[in-house]
């Protein structure tokens, strides 16, 4: 059987008690869940796990157990959030694409 390395020991160790809380697009967004959390009082840890069948990242954004439901808690308000904004840029982008020639009235 092959020895693992002590750096992976080390990894396993710090994530223990860890579960995923949400996976992130790229390392981008993962450091984005991980600042909302960490704003929150949410111990955050980000680890990448690379699928070499498939040929794809997993960065998933991991939170003690306790955590968990807090965590989903704060993401999915924040989701709400951040959708409820984009509709509001969406009606007014619409609103200003209406042509204001026809109120003007000529004296």
């Known amino acids: 059987m ?5 750096k992976f020991h080390k990894s396993q160790a710090k994530l223990e008690g860890y579960v995923v809380a949400v ?12 600042s ?3 704003a929150n009082d949410i111990p955050t840890v980000i680890s990448e796990h690379v699928e070499k069948t498939i ?10 157990e306790e955590f968990l439901d807090e965590a989903h808690v704060v993401i ?3 989701q709400a959030y951040d959708d409820f904004y984009d509709f509001a840029l969406e009606e007014e982008e619409e609103d200003s694409d209406f042509d204001g ?3 003007e009235e000529e004296f």
């Not at 092959?2 to 002590?6: E, W």
């Not at 996976?23 to 991980?34: G, I, N, P, R, V």
């Open 2 to 6: 092959a020895k693992r390395s002590k």
């Open 76 to 78: 999915e308000s924040q």
């Open 36 to 38: 909302l959390l960490g």
């Open 101 to 103: 020639d026809l109120f």
């Open 55 to 64: 040929g794809s990242n997993e960065i998933a954004v991991m939170v003690p």
């Open 23 to 34: 996976f992130a697009e790229d390392y981008e967004q993962a450091q984005e869940y991980k």
